[in-house]
């Protein structure tokens, strides 16, 4: 659902059109209230099981500085009286909770059996700790190395992209030189293809297949690319899945920041549009992504280190990671700086 709704967004510019956001955000809100009004019965079951970023939500909320902490000694020595059961929207066994990826942090259970409370905690305790084993292991991975960093960086990237241009000339050429034309004429409907010829903007079925073309490629070479190296680290360091997707998690902050960057790149171009300079734009920008970096090169060290690696074998794992750190980081440097 969260590749369908961006590759759908890219697609009928759903940053740069009330229509296209109205559609696509507005049929998820009826979807949800549709699901909510007849499996529902109180409880979210879209937010749990169906909202398209419902997984990337669950990704961020590991780094949350604060959460609902559980004491499950104190949840069964308290004998009561006990507040009524509260209703749990997302349906979490609340005394069982451990980490943050799936509350909502709505309160309700906040003082329940008197084992329940708003506290504060490390970012990284939930990566670094609860993390291991990691619960929905091969999802999250694959959501976070394809989805939110490879696919989401291919999301925000081809509108500035050269290669996306040489992709479609290259495409266009071959198309005419076979008197193929349909694919070049701009007549789909604006719910399917970007269609408003008054703005001077429509986009071709080829503009279409290019930018599925694109944010496909961007999603495997960049998703493949970090599985690659991560799986590599944890060949030199004779482990298996459970390290795998543990290591994977301590990218999280990366994939945070790239769509932070990503979302509020929009922000900013029609704030210039507006006139506004925003000099700081640039050195923030720079200032957030090598944080990210660093970040994830930190928890990726202690990772490893907590699996039991030490001398020339964390090294080198260690490298790998560094190295899927900075095919990342390369990536939106291209698009904030080199190719500006
Ligand atoms: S804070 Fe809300 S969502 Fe989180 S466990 Fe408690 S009742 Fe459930």
Redesign the pocket.
């Known amino acids: 659902a969260f590749i369908l709704t961006t590759v759908y967004g890219q697609l009928i510019s759903v940053y740069d059109y009330g229509r296209a956001a109205a559609l696509i955000l507005g049929g998820s809100t009826v979807a949800a209230m549709l699901v909510g009004f007849l499996y529902g019965r109180g409880k979210r079951v879209w937010c749990r099981h169906l909202c398209p970023v419902s997984g990337v939500f669950s990704l961020l909320a590991r780094l949350a500085p604060v959460h609902?902490k559980v004491d499950e000694e104190r949840w069964q020595a308290n004998q009561g009286p006990h507040l009524p059961t509260?209703n749990?929207?997302?349906l979490?066994d609340?005394r069982r909770?451990q980490g943050n990826s799936d509350?909502?942090?709505?309160?309700?259970?906040?003082g329940q059996r008197g084992a329940?409370a708003l506290s504060a905690r490390s970012p990284n305790q939930e990566i670094l700790i609860v993390g291991n084993p990691p619960q929905h292991g091969h999802w999250d991975s694959t959501l976070l190395l394809f989805g939110m960093i490879g696919l989401a960086m291919g999301a925000f990237q081809w509108t500035v992209s050269p290669w996306f241009i040489t992709l479609k000339q290259t495409a266009a050429e071959w198309l005419v030189d076979r008197d193929i034309f349909w694919p070049l004429e701009a007549n789909a409907p604006w719910w399917l293809l970007t269609h408003y010829p008054q703005a001077n903007d429509a986009f071709s079925w080829l503009d279409g297949a290019a930018i599925l073309s694109y944010i496909g490629a961007s999603s495997l070479v960049i998703g493949g690319a970090l599985w690659l190296l991560l799986r590599g680290a944890v060949r030199l360091m004779n482990r298996g899945d459970n390290l795998f997707h543990h290591l994977a998690l301590t990218l999280t902050p990366l994939g945070g920041a790239g769509l932070f960057l990503g979302l509020s790149a929009t922000t900013i171009k029609l704030l210039r549009y507006e006139g506004f300079i925003l000099a700081w734009a640039q050195p923030t920008r720079a200032l957030m992504l090598a944080g990210a970096v660093a970040w994830s090169l930190y928890l990726a060290w202690q990772v490893i280190s907590r699996h039991g690696a030490n001398g020339m074998r964390r090294l080198t794992a260690f490298a790998c990671v560094g190295l899927g750190t900075a095919v990342v980081g390369y990536g939106w440097y291209l698009q904030f700086w080199g190719w500006s």
Do not use: L, T
């Not at 509350?103 to 906040?110: I, L, T």
């Open positions: 609902y509260p749990c929207a997302p979490i609340i909770m509350c909502h942090a709505c309160g309700r259970c906040s329940v």
